[in-house]
């Protein structure tokens, strides 16, 4: 069995990832603002020239607008801002876990 005696600190550095994926929840809480503009974007991509372009943007914003989109991207959304603050305190640089 290990142990660690009180006088030893539990250190961690932040991870070795990608800034984009170290700050995931906060994204998700923002893109939920900003949902209904991407929608708007991809009707007025709808009407562009190219074929290709107004194919996908109507894939995208069909996909955007189901429901079962909606309501998993709605729970995400509350779990991550549940989760936010959390996921901040423990990103901190030279965190203590001994001492959260």
């Known amino acids: 069995m290990l142990m660690i005696r009180e006088s030893q600190k539990l250190s961690l550095q932040p991870c070795a990832r990608p800034a984009s994926l170290r700050h995931t929840a906060s994204a998700i809480v923002m893109l939920r603002s ?4 991407v ?4 009707d007025r991509m709808k009407t562009w020239q190219s074929s290709d372009t ?3 943007a109507h ?6 607008c ?9 729970v995400l959304q509350k779990v991550c801002a549940i989760l936010l603050p959390t996921t901040r305190l423990l990103q901190t ?6 001492q959260v």
């Open 34 to 37: 900003l949902l209904r503009f």
């Open 39 to 42: 929608v708007e974007a991809l």
């Open 54 to 56: 107004r194919k996908t």
């Open 59 to 64: 894939i995208l914003s069909n996909s955007l």
């Open 66 to 74: 189901q429901s079962d989109f909606v309501v998993s991207f709605l």
């Open 93 to 98: 640089a030279g965190i203590d876990l001994l």
